[in-house]
Protein backbone atom coordinates (compact mmCIF):
# COMPACT_ATOMS: atom_id res chain seq x y z
CA UNK A 1 0.00 0.00 0.00
CA UNK A 2 2.51 2.56 0.81
CA UNK A 3 4.70 1.31 -2.40
CA UNK A 4 1.19 2.13 -4.16
CA UNK A 5 0.72 5.75 -2.33
CA UNK A 6 4.18 6.90 -3.38
CA UNK A 7 4.03 5.83 -6.72
CA UNK A 8 1.03 7.75 -7.05
CA UNK A 9 2.34 10.81 -5.70
CA UNK A 10 5.42 10.70 -8.12
CA UNK A 11 2.77 10.55 -10.75
CA UNK A 12 1.09 13.60 -9.79
CA UNK A 13 4.63 15.16 -9.67
CA UNK A 14 5.12 14.55 -13.41
CA UNK A 15 1.56 16.14 -13.71
CA UNK A 16 2.23 19.38 -11.17
CA UNK A 17 5.48 19.79 -13.73
CA UNK A 18 3.46 19.42 -16.51
CA UNK A 19 0.58 21.88 -14.92
CA UNK A 20 3.14 24.33 -14.02
CA UNK A 21 4.96 24.57 -17.14
CA UNK A 22 1.39 25.04 -18.96
CA UNK A 23 0.20 27.69 -16.01
CA UNK A 24 3.15 29.77 -17.22
CA UNK A 25 2.21 29.35 -21.37
CA UNK A 26 -1.29 29.33 -20.82
CA UNK A 27 -2.41 30.75 -17.22
CA UNK A 28 -0.05 33.28 -17.75
CA UNK A 29 0.64 34.55 -21.00
CA UNK A 30 -2.46 32.94 -22.63
CA UNK A 31 -0.19 31.11 -24.93
CA UNK A 32 -2.23 27.55 -26.17
CA UNK A 33 -0.38 24.68 -25.85
CA UNK A 34 -1.74 21.36 -27.15
CA UNK A 35 1.19 19.61 -27.83
CA UNK A 36 2.07 18.38 -24.24
CA UNK A 37 2.84 15.01 -24.46
CA UNK A 38 5.25 16.38 -27.35
CA UNK A 39 7.46 18.21 -25.00
CA UNK A 40 6.79 15.09 -22.33
CA UNK A 41 7.90 12.58 -24.95
CA UNK A 42 10.90 14.60 -26.06
CA UNK A 43 12.42 15.01 -22.82
CA UNK A 44 11.56 11.40 -22.20
CA UNK A 45 13.04 10.17 -24.79
CA UNK A 46 16.20 12.22 -25.24
CA UNK A 47 16.87 11.88 -21.93
CA UNK A 48 16.53 7.97 -22.23
CA UNK A 49 18.31 7.52 -25.17
CA UNK A 50 21.81 9.82 -24.19
CA UNK A 51 21.90 7.98 -20.72
CA UNK A 52 20.80 4.54 -22.19
CA UNK A 53 22.58 4.43 -25.80
CA UNK A 54 25.45 6.81 -25.75
CA UNK A 55 26.19 6.33 -21.97
CA UNK A 56 25.58 9.89 -20.80
CA UNK A 57 26.15 10.59 -16.95
CA UNK A 58 21.72 10.68 -16.02
CA UNK A 59 21.98 13.82 -15.06
CA UNK A 60 23.95 15.52 -17.67
CA UNK A 61 21.10 13.65 -20.28
CA UNK A 62 18.15 15.33 -18.30
CA UNK A 63 19.89 18.89 -18.21
CA UNK A 64 20.13 18.43 -22.68
CA UNK A 65 16.13 16.94 -22.13
CA UNK A 66 15.17 19.93 -20.65
CA UNK A 67 17.30 21.70 -23.31
CA UNK A 68 15.51 19.95 -25.75
CA UNK A 69 12.41 21.44 -24.23
CA UNK A 70 13.31 24.50 -23.88
CA UNK A 71 14.55 24.70 -27.89
CA UNK A 72 11.40 23.19 -29.15
CA UNK A 73 9.69 25.50 -26.97
CA UNK A 74 11.29 28.75 -28.53
CA UNK A 75 10.84 27.48 -31.92
CA UNK A 76 7.30 26.58 -31.77
CA UNK A 77 6.82 29.88 -30.49
CA UNK A 78 9.24 31.93 -33.06
CA UNK A 79 7.35 29.87 -35.94
CA UNK A 80 3.41 30.76 -35.04
CA UNK A 81 4.44 34.24 -32.89
CA UNK A 82 3.65 36.68 -35.78
CA UNK A 83 0.48 34.36 -36.88
CA UNK A 84 -2.83 34.18 -35.21
CA UNK A 85 -3.39 33.12 -31.97
CA UNK A 86 -5.26 29.85 -33.18
CA UNK A 87 -2.12 28.65 -35.08
CA UNK A 88 -0.54 27.88 -31.80
CA UNK A 89 -3.12 25.60 -31.53
CA UNK A 90 -3.18 24.07 -34.24
CA UNK A 91 0.89 24.26 -34.42
CA UNK A 92 1.51 22.44 -30.97
CA UNK A 93 -1.47 19.77 -31.78
CA UNK A 94 0.79 18.83 -34.64
CA UNK A 95 4.35 18.86 -33.24
CA UNK A 96 2.72 16.41 -30.48
CA UNK A 97 1.87 14.13 -32.98
CA UNK A 98 4.96 14.77 -35.18
CA UNK A 99 6.61 13.62 -32.02
CA UNK A 100 4.91 10.74 -30.87
CA UNK A 101 5.30 9.33 -34.79
CA UNK A 102 8.82 9.68 -35.04
CA UNK A 103 9.26 7.93 -32.26
CA UNK A 104 6.97 5.36 -33.13
CA UNK A 105 8.09 4.69 -37.13
CA UNK A 106 11.94 5.16 -36.29
CA UNK A 107 13.38 1.83 -34.92
CA UNK A 108 17.16 1.93 -34.28
CA UNK A 109 17.15 4.70 -31.65
CA UNK A 110 13.97 4.89 -30.78
CA UNK A 111 13.01 1.13 -30.72
CA UNK A 112 9.42 2.30 -32.28
CA UNK A 113 6.53 0.53 -30.63
CA UNK A 114 8.81 -1.83 -28.72
CA UNK A 115 9.78 0.80 -26.44
CA UNK A 116 13.19 1.97 -25.13
CA UNK A 117 14.38 0.40 -22.30
CA UNK A 118 16.32 2.54 -19.83
CA UNK A 119 18.49 1.04 -17.39
CA UNK A 120 20.04 3.76 -15.53
CA UNK A 121 18.95 6.01 -13.21
CA UNK A 122 19.69 8.82 -11.56
CA UNK A 123 21.74 8.63 -7.92
CA UNK A 124 21.30 4.75 -8.29
CA UNK A 125 23.00 2.77 -5.49
CA UNK A 126 22.95 5.68 -3.06
CA UNK A 127 20.18 3.82 -1.15
CA UNK A 128 18.87 0.01 -1.02
CA UNK A 129 16.43 -0.91 -3.46
CA UNK A 130 13.68 -0.81 -1.74
CA UNK A 131 14.31 2.73 -0.53
CA UNK A 132 14.99 3.83 -3.80
CA UNK A 133 11.23 4.76 -4.49
CA UNK A 134 11.02 7.06 -1.40
CA UNK A 135 14.48 8.44 -2.79
CA UNK A 136 12.95 9.23 -6.26
CA UNK A 137 9.81 10.99 -4.83
CA UNK A 138 11.84 12.98 -3.14
CA UNK A 139 13.78 13.95 -6.43
CA UNK A 140 10.86 14.89 -8.17
CA UNK A 141 9.40 17.08 -5.11
CA UNK A 142 12.53 18.88 -5.52
CA UNK A 143 12.17 19.17 -9.20
CA UNK A 144 8.29 20.45 -8.45
CA UNK A 145 9.35 22.67 -5.87
CA UNK A 146 11.93 24.25 -8.11
CA UNK A 147 9.64 24.94 -10.91
CA UNK A 148 7.03 26.06 -8.88
CA UNK A 149 9.36 28.68 -6.53
CA UNK A 150 10.55 29.66 -10.63
CA UNK A 151 6.56 30.24 -11.81
CA UNK A 152 6.17 32.23 -8.33
CA UNK A 153 8.81 34.53 -9.04
CA UNK A 154 7.73 35.29 -12.34
CA UNK A 155 4.23 35.88 -11.40
CA UNK A 156 5.07 38.37 -8.72
CA UNK A 157 7.86 39.90 -10.84
CA UNK A 158 7.37 42.75 -13.16
CA UNK A 159 7.56 39.77 -15.71
CA UNK A 160 4.56 37.91 -14.52
CA UNK A 161 2.81 41.53 -15.08
CA UNK A 162 3.80 42.12 -18.59
CA UNK A 163 2.68 38.18 -19.55
CA UNK A 164 -0.45 39.31 -18.12
CA UNK A 165 -0.66 42.24 -20.22
CA UNK A 166 0.49 40.09 -22.80
CA UNK A 167 -2.82 37.53 -22.50
CA UNK A 168 -4.95 40.28 -21.82
CA UNK A 169 -4.55 42.67 -24.78
CA UNK A 170 -1.13 41.56 -26.76
CA UNK A 171 -2.25 44.60 -29.52
CA UNK A 172 -2.03 46.90 -25.88
CA UNK A 173 0.98 45.18 -24.65
CA UNK A 174 2.79 46.32 -28.27
CA UNK A 175 1.86 49.65 -28.31
CA UNK A 176 2.99 50.37 -24.53
CA UNK A 177 6.40 49.17 -26.54
CA UNK A 178 6.78 45.95 -25.12
CA UNK A 179 8.90 43.32 -27.15
CA UNK A 180 6.04 40.69 -27.18
CA UNK A 181 7.25 38.27 -29.47
CA UNK A 182 10.53 38.13 -27.21
CA UNK A 183 8.52 37.94 -23.97
CA UNK A 184 6.16 35.04 -25.87
CA UNK A 185 8.94 33.27 -26.67
CA UNK A 186 10.81 33.02 -23.88
CA UNK A 187 7.66 32.14 -21.78
CA UNK A 188 7.44 29.04 -23.96
CA UNK A 189 10.60 27.63 -24.31
CA UNK A 190 10.68 28.53 -19.94
CA UNK A 191 7.27 25.85 -20.15
CA UNK A 192 9.23 23.57 -22.77
CA UNK A 193 12.40 23.17 -20.84
CA UNK A 194 10.13 22.44 -17.53
CA UNK A 195 7.61 19.71 -19.74
CA UNK A 196 11.10 17.99 -21.01
CA UNK A 197 12.74 17.71 -17.59
CA UNK A 198 9.02 16.35 -16.35
CA UNK A 199 9.34 13.81 -19.67
CA UNK A 200 13.28 12.83 -18.09
CA UNK A 201 12.27 11.98 -15.00
CA UNK A 202 9.53 9.96 -15.64
CA UNK A 203 10.99 8.23 -18.78
CA UNK A 204 13.82 7.32 -15.48
CA UNK A 205 11.42 6.15 -13.10
CA UNK A 206 9.23 4.08 -15.33
CA UNK A 207 12.28 2.62 -17.32
CA UNK A 208 10.54 1.70 -20.22
CA UNK A 209 8.82 4.39 -22.28
CA UNK A 210 7.06 3.44 -25.50
CA UNK A 211 4.50 5.81 -28.05
CA UNK A 212 1.16 4.96 -26.57
CA UNK A 213 2.06 6.79 -23.33
CA UNK A 214 2.31 9.97 -25.56
CA UNK A 215 -1.30 10.67 -26.63
CA UNK A 216 -2.68 14.07 -27.22
CA UNK A 217 -4.65 12.55 -24.05
CA UNK A 218 -2.01 13.78 -21.49
CA UNK A 219 -2.56 17.56 -22.88
CA UNK A 220 -6.19 17.33 -21.63
CA UNK A 221 -5.22 15.83 -17.97
CA UNK A 222 -2.89 18.71 -17.54
CA UNK A 223 -5.27 20.99 -19.13
CA UNK A 224 -7.66 19.83 -16.70
CA UNK A 225 -5.90 20.28 -13.82
CA UNK A 226 -4.75 24.31 -14.75
CA UNK A 227 -8.21 24.81 -15.05
CA UNK A 228 -9.78 22.96 -12.14
CA UNK A 229 -7.02 24.38 -9.96
CA UNK A 230 -7.32 27.98 -11.17
CA UNK A 231 -5.63 29.49 -14.31
CA UNK A 232 -2.59 31.55 -13.34
CA UNK A 233 -2.61 30.78 -10.15
CA UNK A 234 -0.08 28.35 -8.81
CA UNK A 235 -1.16 26.90 -5.97
CA UNK A 236 -4.65 26.18 -7.81
CA UNK A 237 -3.00 23.83 -10.24
CA UNK A 238 -1.27 21.88 -7.41
CA UNK A 239 -4.65 20.68 -6.18
CA UNK A 240 -5.94 20.59 -10.03
CA UNK A 241 -2.93 18.09 -10.93
CA UNK A 242 -3.96 16.15 -7.28
CA UNK A 243 -7.82 15.68 -8.16
CA UNK A 244 -7.35 14.92 -12.03
CA UNK A 245 -4.68 11.69 -10.44
CA UNK A 246 -6.55 10.74 -7.98
CA UNK A 247 -10.01 10.64 -10.48
CA UNK A 248 -7.66 8.69 -12.45
CA UNK A 249 -6.60 5.94 -10.37
CA UNK A 250 -9.15 5.78 -8.06
CA UNK A 251 -11.76 5.12 -11.13
CA UNK A 252 -9.23 1.49 -11.17
CA UNK A 253 -10.83 0.50 -7.92
CA UNK A 254 -14.23 0.47 -9.85
CA UNK A 255 -13.19 -2.45 -11.47
CA UNK A 256 -12.37 -4.31 -7.99
CA UNK A 257 -16.14 -3.29 -6.29
CA UNK A 258 -17.65 -3.60 -10.11
CA UNK A 259 -15.78 -6.70 -11.91
CA UNK A 260 -18.72 -6.73 -14.11
CA UNK A 261 -17.58 -3.25 -15.81
CA UNK A 262 -14.92 -4.73 -18.32
CA UNK A 263 -11.67 -2.52 -18.42
CA UNK A 264 -12.31 -0.88 -21.88
CA UNK A 265 -15.33 0.43 -20.35
CA UNK A 266 -13.90 1.70 -17.55
CA UNK A 267 -11.15 3.44 -19.04
CA UNK A 268 -14.28 5.14 -21.37
CA UNK A 269 -15.40 6.01 -18.20
CA UNK A 270 -12.48 7.81 -16.90
CA UNK A 271 -12.85 10.07 -19.41
CA UNK A 272 -16.20 10.95 -18.83
CA UNK A 273 -16.03 11.40 -15.43
CA UNK A 274 -12.98 14.34 -16.19
CA UNK A 275 -14.95 15.66 -18.77
CA UNK A 276 -17.94 16.02 -16.61
CA UNK A 277 -15.59 17.45 -13.67
CA UNK A 278 -14.79 20.09 -16.27
CA UNK A 279 -18.30 20.92 -17.38
CA UNK A 280 -18.80 21.12 -13.54
CA UNK A 281 -16.09 23.07 -12.84
CA UNK A 282 -16.98 25.48 -15.67
CA UNK A 283 -20.11 25.94 -14.58
CA UNK A 284 -20.23 26.48 -11.37
CA UNK A 285 -16.39 27.99 -11.13
CA UNK A 286 -14.88 29.08 -14.18
CA UNK A 287 -12.23 30.85 -12.56
CA UNK A 288 -11.04 27.51 -11.07
CA UNK A 289 -10.87 26.43 -7.36
CA UNK A 290 -7.83 28.93 -6.22
CA UNK A 291 -8.52 31.55 -8.83
CA UNK A 292 -5.97 33.99 -9.86
CA UNK A 293 -5.18 36.35 -6.92
CA UNK A 294 -5.53 40.27 -7.53
CA UNK A 295 -2.58 41.60 -7.83
CA UNK A 296 -1.07 43.55 -4.94
CA UNK A 297 1.89 45.45 -4.42
CA UNK A 298 4.22 44.62 -1.88
CA UNK A 299 5.13 48.62 -1.39
CA UNK A 300 1.06 49.99 -0.81
CA UNK A 301 0.89 48.74 2.70
CA UNK A 302 4.00 50.67 3.79
CA UNK A 303 2.40 53.96 2.26
CA UNK B 1 0.52 72.26 -45.59
CA UNK B 2 3.57 72.71 -43.28
CA UNK B 3 5.01 75.40 -45.63
CA UNK B 4 2.33 77.45 -44.15
CA UNK B 5 2.91 76.67 -40.50
CA UNK B 6 4.43 79.58 -38.56
CA UNK B 7 8.05 79.06 -37.99
CA UNK B 8 8.41 77.60 -33.88
CA UNK B 9 9.27 74.42 -32.20
CA UNK B 10 10.17 71.90 -34.83
CA UNK B 11 7.38 69.12 -35.90
CA UNK B 12 7.13 66.28 -33.71
CA UNK B 13 5.55 64.31 -36.45
CA UNK B 14 5.06 64.50 -39.79
CA UNK B 15 2.45 62.10 -41.70
CA UNK B 16 3.12 62.92 -45.98
CA UNK B 17 0.54 61.55 -48.21
CA UNK B 18 -0.14 58.27 -46.28
CA UNK B 19 -2.93 56.30 -47.44
CA UNK B 20 -4.77 52.89 -46.89
CA UNK B 21 -7.28 50.80 -48.42
CA UNK B 22 -9.10 48.23 -47.38
CA UNK B 23 -9.54 46.33 -50.56
CA UNK B 24 -11.44 48.41 -52.98
CA UNK B 25 -12.12 51.04 -50.17
CA UNK B 26 -9.71 54.17 -49.77
CA UNK B 27 -9.86 54.82 -46.12
CA UNK B 28 -7.66 57.09 -45.88
CA UNK B 29 -6.37 58.90 -48.98
CA UNK B 30 -3.12 61.02 -48.93
CA UNK B 31 -3.41 62.29 -45.94
CA UNK B 32 -0.49 64.70 -44.58
CA UNK B 33 -0.64 66.30 -41.12
CA UNK B 34 1.71 67.99 -38.40
CA UNK B 35 2.02 68.15 -35.14
CA UNK B 36 4.62 70.43 -33.28
CA UNK B 37 6.24 69.84 -29.93
CA UNK B 38 4.04 71.61 -27.27
CA UNK B 39 0.87 71.12 -29.72
CA UNK B 40 -2.83 69.84 -28.81
CA UNK B 41 -4.02 69.39 -32.40
CA UNK B 42 -7.53 68.56 -33.01
CA UNK B 43 -8.40 65.78 -35.71
CA UNK B 44 -12.09 65.80 -36.36
CA UNK B 45 -14.72 64.77 -39.16
CA UNK B 46 -17.66 62.46 -39.22
CA UNK B 47 -17.77 58.44 -38.66
CA UNK B 48 -16.07 56.72 -40.82
CA UNK B 49 -13.87 59.45 -42.16
CA UNK B 50 -10.69 57.56 -41.46
CA UNK B 51 -9.64 58.88 -38.03
CA UNK B 52 -8.89 56.02 -36.43
CA UNK B 53 -7.62 54.17 -39.19
CA UNK B 54 -5.08 56.98 -39.65
CA UNK B 55 -4.68 56.68 -35.91
CA UNK B 56 -3.66 52.84 -36.95
CA UNK B 57 -1.13 54.12 -39.49
CA UNK B 58 0.69 56.57 -37.21
CA UNK B 59 1.19 54.17 -34.62
CA UNK B 60 2.57 50.86 -36.66
CA UNK B 61 -0.92 48.90 -35.58
CA UNK B 62 -1.25 49.24 -39.70
CA UNK B 63 0.94 49.39 -42.53
CA UNK B 64 0.26 52.56 -44.96
CA UNK B 65 0.12 51.38 -48.79
CA UNK B 66 1.72 54.76 -49.41
CA UNK B 67 2.80 57.24 -47.75
CA UNK B 68 5.88 58.06 -45.18
CA UNK B 69 5.60 59.04 -41.39
CA UNK B 70 8.51 60.39 -39.91
CA UNK B 71 8.63 60.74 -35.72
CA UNK B 72 11.11 62.86 -34.38
CA UNK B 73 13.48 63.19 -37.09
CA UNK B 74 13.32 59.81 -38.05
CA UNK B 75 11.44 57.76 -40.41
CA UNK B 76 9.64 55.55 -38.70
CA UNK B 77 7.21 54.22 -41.79
CA UNK B 78 8.20 50.47 -41.87
CA UNK B 79 8.93 50.41 -37.91
CA UNK B 80 6.51 47.86 -35.52
CA UNK B 81 3.92 49.58 -32.88
CA UNK B 82 6.32 48.74 -30.27
CA UNK B 83 9.33 50.05 -31.41
CA UNK B 84 7.46 53.55 -31.93
CA UNK B 85 6.03 53.34 -28.41
CA UNK B 86 9.56 53.02 -27.58
CA UNK B 87 10.68 56.40 -29.47
CA UNK B 88 7.99 58.20 -27.38
CA UNK B 89 4.52 57.87 -29.18
CA UNK B 90 1.98 56.44 -27.34
CA UNK B 91 -2.24 56.27 -27.82
CA UNK B 92 -5.09 55.38 -26.57
CA UNK B 93 -8.30 53.23 -28.32
CA UNK B 94 -11.32 54.61 -29.68
CA UNK B 95 -12.98 51.73 -27.52
CA UNK B 96 -11.15 51.39 -24.45
CA UNK B 97 -8.73 48.73 -24.42
CA UNK B 98 -7.80 48.24 -20.53
CA UNK B 99 -6.04 44.63 -19.54
CA UNK B 100 -9.58 44.04 -18.12
CA UNK B 101 -8.34 40.87 -15.84
CA UNK B 102 -5.73 43.45 -14.10
CA UNK B 103 -6.02 45.57 -11.34
CA UNK B 104 -5.82 49.15 -12.52
CA UNK B 105 -2.81 49.85 -10.27
CA UNK B 106 -1.21 47.09 -12.33
CA UNK B 107 -2.52 48.52 -15.70
CA UNK B 108 -0.41 51.31 -14.66
CA UNK B 109 2.62 49.62 -13.82
CA UNK B 110 2.96 47.49 -16.49
CA UNK B 111 3.30 50.87 -18.75
CA UNK B 112 6.82 52.37 -18.58
CA UNK B 113 8.55 50.39 -21.04
CA UNK B 114 12.15 48.63 -20.59
CA UNK B 115 11.79 47.18 -17.20
CA UNK B 116 15.07 45.14 -15.66
CA UNK B 117 12.19 43.38 -13.99
CA UNK B 118 10.47 42.39 -17.28
CA UNK B 119 13.58 39.82 -17.93
CA UNK B 120 14.09 36.83 -15.96
CA UNK B 121 18.18 36.98 -14.57
CA UNK B 122 17.64 40.29 -13.21
CA UNK B 123 15.10 38.56 -10.88
CA UNK B 124 17.68 36.31 -9.48
CA UNK B 125 20.83 38.66 -10.04
CA UNK B 126 19.37 41.95 -9.37
CA UNK B 127 16.91 41.81 -6.97
CA UNK B 128 17.40 45.17 -5.09
CA UNK B 129 17.29 47.18 -8.69
CA UNK B 130 14.54 45.98 -9.78
CA UNK B 131 12.79 46.60 -6.29
CA UNK B 132 14.05 50.11 -6.37
CA UNK B 133 12.94 50.62 -10.23
CA UNK B 134 9.37 49.04 -8.84
CA UNK B 135 9.42 51.31 -6.04
CA UNK B 136 9.65 54.41 -8.60
CA UNK B 137 6.99 53.37 -10.49
CA UNK B 138 4.77 53.10 -7.79
CA UNK B 139 5.34 56.54 -7.00
CA UNK B 140 4.88 57.65 -9.94
CA UNK B 141 1.37 55.55 -10.55
CA UNK B 142 0.22 56.81 -6.93
CA UNK B 143 0.77 60.56 -8.55
CA UNK B 144 -1.00 59.27 -11.87
CA UNK B 145 -3.50 57.98 -10.13
CA UNK B 146 -4.14 60.94 -7.91
CA UNK B 147 -4.22 63.24 -10.93
CA UNK B 148 -7.06 60.64 -13.03
CA UNK B 149 -8.97 60.69 -9.93
CA UNK B 150 -9.03 56.55 -9.56
CA UNK B 151 -6.87 55.88 -6.40
CA UNK B 152 -9.97 54.89 -4.78
CA UNK B 153 -10.19 52.10 -7.33
CA UNK B 154 -7.08 51.37 -7.65
CA UNK B 155 -7.45 47.92 -6.37
CA UNK B 156 -10.19 47.04 -8.42
CA UNK B 157 -10.11 45.21 -11.63
CA UNK B 158 -10.24 47.25 -14.51
CA UNK B 159 -13.04 45.27 -16.24
CA UNK B 160 -15.13 47.02 -13.20
CA UNK B 161 -14.73 50.46 -13.86
CA UNK B 162 -17.42 52.19 -15.57
CA UNK B 163 -17.13 53.80 -19.51
CA UNK B 164 -15.22 57.17 -18.28
CA UNK B 165 -13.22 55.50 -16.06
CA UNK B 166 -11.80 53.31 -18.39
CA UNK B 167 -10.83 56.17 -20.91
CA UNK B 168 -9.29 57.71 -18.02
CA UNK B 169 -7.12 54.59 -16.75
CA UNK B 170 -5.95 54.92 -21.04
CA UNK B 171 -5.32 58.22 -20.51
CA UNK B 172 -3.32 57.22 -17.27
CA UNK B 173 -1.78 54.46 -18.83
CA UNK B 174 -0.01 56.71 -21.24
CA UNK B 175 1.51 58.93 -18.33
CA UNK B 176 3.73 56.38 -17.08
CA UNK B 177 5.28 56.48 -19.97
CA UNK B 178 8.20 59.72 -20.54
CA UNK B 179 6.40 60.14 -24.17
CA UNK B 180 7.15 63.02 -27.11
CA UNK B 181 3.80 62.79 -28.08
CA UNK B 182 0.24 60.91 -27.43
CA UNK B 183 -2.46 59.92 -29.60
CA UNK B 184 -6.12 59.64 -28.23
CA UNK B 185 -8.99 58.56 -30.03
CA UNK B 186 -12.09 60.20 -28.47
CA UNK B 187 -11.03 60.12 -25.00
CA UNK B 188 -14.32 62.34 -24.39
CA UNK B 189 -16.36 59.50 -26.29
CA UNK B 190 -19.15 57.99 -23.30
CA UNK B 191 -17.79 59.92 -20.41
CA UNK B 192 -19.87 61.82 -18.56
CA UNK B 193 -19.63 65.24 -17.98
CA UNK B 194 -17.68 65.49 -14.37
CA UNK B 195 -15.31 63.34 -16.18
CA UNK B 196 -15.26 65.30 -18.97
CA UNK B 197 -13.82 68.31 -16.67
CA UNK B 198 -11.28 65.76 -14.89
CA UNK B 199 -10.15 65.01 -18.43
CA UNK B 200 -10.09 68.16 -20.15
CA UNK B 201 -8.00 69.09 -16.83
CA UNK B 202 -5.72 66.34 -17.23
CA UNK B 203 -5.20 66.99 -20.72
CA UNK B 204 -4.47 70.51 -20.28
CA UNK B 205 -2.18 70.32 -17.33
CA UNK B 206 -0.16 67.71 -19.19
CA UNK B 207 0.86 70.21 -22.24
CA UNK B 208 1.53 73.15 -19.47
CA UNK B 209 3.51 71.99 -16.96
CA UNK B 210 4.79 69.05 -18.32
CA UNK B 211 5.23 70.03 -22.35
CA UNK B 212 3.03 67.12 -23.54
CA UNK B 213 2.15 66.86 -27.23
CA UNK B 214 -1.05 65.62 -28.43
CA UNK B 215 -3.13 64.74 -31.53
CA UNK B 216 -6.73 64.07 -30.52
CA UNK B 217 -9.53 63.04 -32.05
CA UNK B 218 -12.70 63.87 -30.62
CA UNK B 219 -16.62 64.10 -31.27
CA UNK B 220 -17.05 66.53 -28.62
CA UNK B 221 -17.20 70.42 -29.95
CA UNK B 222 -16.39 72.01 -26.70
CA UNK B 223 -13.21 69.42 -25.37
CA UNK B 224 -11.92 70.55 -28.84
CA UNK B 225 -12.47 74.20 -28.74
CA UNK B 226 -11.03 74.60 -24.77
CA UNK B 227 -7.82 72.60 -25.43
CA UNK B 228 -6.59 72.49 -29.33
CA UNK B 229 -4.04 74.85 -30.59
CA UNK B 230 -5.30 73.81 -34.27
CA UNK B 231 -7.61 71.48 -35.61
CA UNK B 232 -7.96 69.14 -38.81
CA UNK B 233 -10.84 68.31 -40.22
CA UNK B 234 -10.90 65.15 -41.98
CA UNK B 235 -13.80 63.87 -44.18
CA UNK B 236 -14.04 60.97 -46.76
CA UNK B 237 -10.02 60.17 -46.18
CA UNK B 238 -8.87 63.05 -46.78
CA UNK B 239 -7.72 66.40 -44.66
CA UNK B 240 -10.85 68.91 -45.85
CA UNK B 241 -9.21 72.13 -44.46
CA UNK B 242 -6.98 73.10 -41.32
CA UNK B 243 -6.71 75.98 -38.79
CA UNK B 244 -7.66 77.71 -35.82
CA UNK B 245 -11.33 76.06 -33.92
CA UNK B 246 -12.85 79.83 -34.91
CA UNK B 247 -11.73 79.25 -38.54
CA UNK B 248 -12.71 75.76 -38.99
CA UNK B 249 -16.04 76.64 -37.63
CA UNK B 250 -16.94 79.17 -40.13
CA UNK B 251 -16.33 76.96 -42.97
CA UNK B 252 -18.77 75.80 -45.54
CA UNK B 253 -16.96 73.07 -46.47
CA UNK B 254 -16.82 71.48 -42.98
CA UNK B 255 -20.73 72.41 -41.93
CA UNK B 256 -21.72 70.21 -44.98
CA UNK B 257 -19.14 67.55 -44.35
CA UNK B 258 -20.75 67.13 -40.92
CA UNK B 259 -24.50 67.49 -42.00
CA UNK B 260 -23.46 65.32 -44.22
CA UNK B 261 -22.31 62.50 -41.55
CA UNK B 262 -23.04 61.89 -38.69
CA UNK B 263 -21.68 64.25 -36.18
N1 LIG C 1 -10.07 46.78 -40.66
C1 LIG C 1 -10.94 47.33 -41.53
N2 LIG C 1 -11.39 46.63 -42.60
C2 LIG C 1 -12.24 47.17 -43.48
N3 LIG C 1 -12.73 48.41 -43.40
C3 LIG C 1 -12.33 49.17 -42.37
C4 LIG C 1 -11.43 48.68 -41.37
N4 LIG C 1 -11.21 49.65 -40.47
C5 LIG C 1 -11.95 50.71 -40.87
N5 LIG C 1 -12.62 50.43 -42.00
C6 LIG C 1 -13.48 51.35 -42.73
O1 LIG C 1 -12.74 52.51 -42.99
C7 LIG C 1 -13.55 53.65 -42.84
C8 LIG C 1 -12.91 54.58 -41.86
O2 LIG C 1 -13.04 54.04 -40.56
P1 LIG C 1 -12.42 54.74 -39.29
O3 LIG C 1 -11.00 54.99 -39.54
O4 LIG C 1 -12.77 53.91 -38.12
O5 LIG C 1 -13.23 56.10 -39.26
P2 LIG C 1 -13.43 57.15 -38.09
O6 LIG C 1 -12.51 56.80 -36.99
O7 LIG C 1 -13.11 58.46 -38.71
O8 LIG C 1 -14.85 57.08 -37.68
C9 LIG C 1 -14.92 53.18 -42.42
O9 LIG C 1 -15.75 53.15 -43.56
C10 LIG C 1 -14.67 51.79 -41.91
O10 LIG C 1 -15.79 50.97 -42.13
MG1 LIG D 1 -12.89 56.35 -35.07
Same mark, same amino acid.
Given at each position: ??????????? %???????????????????? %???????????????????????????????? %???????????????????????????????????????????? &???????????????????????????????? %??????????????????????????????????????????????????????????????????????????????????????????????????????????????????????????????????????????????????? &????????????????? | ???????????? /????? #????????????????????????????????????????????????????????????????????????????????????????????????????????????????????????????????????????????????????????????????????????????????????????? /???????????????????????????? #?????????? #??????? /????????????????
Amino acid at each position: MLAYIVSLATF %VGFFMLLAIALNLQWGMTGM %VNFGIAGFYALGAYTSGILSSKLGLPVGLAMM %VAVLAGLAAGAALALLSGRLRDDYLAIVTLGFGEIVRLIILNED &QITEGPRGLRIAEQPLAGWVSVENYPLLYLGL %VVLAVAVAFALSETIRRAPMGRVLRAIREDELVASVLGKAVLRHKIRIFAIGGGIMGLAGALYAHYVQNISPDVFLPMVAIFIWMSVIVGGAGNNWGLLLGAGIVMVLLEGSRFIGDIAPWIDAEKLSAGRIILIGVLLIVTLHLRP &QGLIPEPRYRNKFQRKS | MTGSQPAGPRPI /IEATE #VSRNFGAFVAVDRMSISVREGEIVGLIGPNGAGKSTFFNLLSGVMRPSRGRVVFDGADITKLSPSKRARLGMLRTFQLSREFSRMTVLENLLVAPQVQLGEDLLPLFTRRREVDEIERRHFDRAKEVLAIAKLEHVENNRASDLSGGQKKLLELARTLMVDSKLILLDEPGAGVNPALMKTLSDM /IQMLRNDHGKTFLIVEHDMDLIASLCTS #VTVMAEGRTL #VSGSFDE /IRQNRQVLDAYLGGAA
